[in-house]
């Protein structure tokens, strides 16, 4: 067991960190209450199978009304400045995914009627995850749970969430030495409210129809997939004039994860999913092409495992090393892969791919020193995760 110096955000208490067995601990000191409180609410968002660090266990000194919450430390985490703080605070690439990724965060937590309390940058973690961004909620000490959440208590931790946000985007302008970016940072926060609100109203608007158009349901349920959310139940309501209303109950934001897992046995995030069932079918269709037979989906799942993914992944981890994760490093050559096909006009290939970013230093917001990569020649800094857009790649 040793103590681990991790960088952590603004705080009201004293957080430290252990590592024990290859796993890193987080222990917060706070008030008994309050500890007891928290643990509750965290162990409440793992049985909900909610995007939240994992609650340990607690240590109690009675008599001094002081306790250390012991939590799991969410492995390939970023805090939000080490996630922005090299990157140009503009529209497009990280900022507008750490977006996203707050907005869907909060109207996961609300679904499961969960109020928040003190929604901000810095009690959040994130994750890259395909193309997109994961987020994490890290503080639960205000959080509270319901059956169910009024409007008027979602309103409010969007509101906390919209100040927070703005607060955390006009600091890394200011670390940036550019405050004339202030206004445009608090405006950017500003759009989560849009994020959050065209999110909720997306799962749970009511979407009328003409009555036996199957198609429109179905459209409706595949943009729902695309959104990485499962359907429940779907329901149809009479109308007005031949109408009907649609209503669908949204399961977790996992429909991707599971259908990689049950077509491999892959354990992966849901944009990570999306981005390799994507090269699943490409690797399919490729094989059939040049085999000149039919490929079943199971036999190409399972020689692209074998042929594509477990090659390469093996190859990547003597490159990144241990405190990166290998999937997540495969996407990542997918979307250089794509940007380079792109830039030449013609498919570059995986293999040429993997040389070429491997001499660009494998370059992740994870690896510090891999700041001077992050450019590759590609214009845009940020380009190199840019919109989630291997998916559209050719033949390995």
């Avoid at 955390?168 to 940072?185: C, I, K, N, S």
Wanted: hydrophobic share 45%; proline share 4%.
């Amino acid at each position: 067991m040793a103590l681990r110096d991790l960088p952590v955000g603004p705080s009201r208490h004293l957080v430290r960190f252990v590592v024990t067995d290859e796993t890193t601990f987080a222990l917060k000191e706070e008030s008994v209450d309050n500890a007891r409180h928290e643990y509750d609410v965290l162990v409440h968002l793992e049985a909900l199978g909610l995007p939240s660090v994992r609650a340990i266990g607690i240590a109690v000194r009675p008599l001094e009304d002081s306790a250390i919450l012991v939590t799991e430390y969410l492995r390939h985490s970023l805090q939000y400045r080490r996630l922005l703080m090299r990157v140009p605070l503009t529209a497009g690439g990280y900022r507008e995914r750490l977006l996203d990724a707050m907005a869907s965060l909060l109207v996961d937590l609300h679904r499961a009627g969960v109020f928040w309390g003190d929604c901000s940058l810095a009690n959040t973690l994130f994750r890259r995850d395909g193309g997109t961004i994961q987020a994490y909620l890290v503080d639960a000490e205000t959080s509270e749970t319901y059956a169910a959440l009024s409007d008027g208590q979602r309103a409010y931790d969007l509101d906390v969430l919209v100040e927070n946000v703005a607060f955390g985007l006009a600091d890394l302008a200011a670390y940036h030495g550019r405050p004339e970016l202030m206004d445009e940072q608090i405006a950017a926060a500003e759009s989560v409210r849009h994020r959050y609100t065209a999110l909720w109203q997306e799962l749970h608007g009511q979407v009328e129809i003409q009555a036996g158009d199957r198609f429109a349901i179905q459209a409706h349920i595949r943009r729902l997939n695309d959104l990485g959310f499962a359907i429940g139940e779907i329901e149809l309501l009479p109308g007005d004039a031949g109408t009907v209303r649609l209503r669908t109950a949204v399961a977790q934001r996992d429909f991707h994860a599971r259908e990689l897992a049950r077509r491999t046995g892959l354990v992966a995030l849901e944009g990570q999913a999306r981005l390799l069932l994507n090269d699943v079918r490409e690797y399919r269709a490729w094989l059939t092409y040049f085999e000149r037979r039919p490929i079943s989906s199971v036999e190409g799942a399972a020689r692209w495992q074998a042929e594509v993914l477990e090659p390469y992944v093996a190859r990547l981890r003597s490159v990144i090393g241990p405190g990166r994760d290998p999937l997540q490093a495969y996407c990542d050559l997918l979307e250089h892969k794509w940007l380079r096909s792109e830039r030449a006009q013609q498919d570059l290939g995986l293999e040429a791919a993997f040389i070429s970013y491997v001499a660009a230093g494998a370059p992740a917001p994870e690896v510090a020193s891999g700041a001077s990569a992050l450019d590759l020649d590609l214009g845009d800094p940020e380009a190199m995760w840019g919109g989630g857009k291997a998916s559209e790649g050719v033949a390995p």
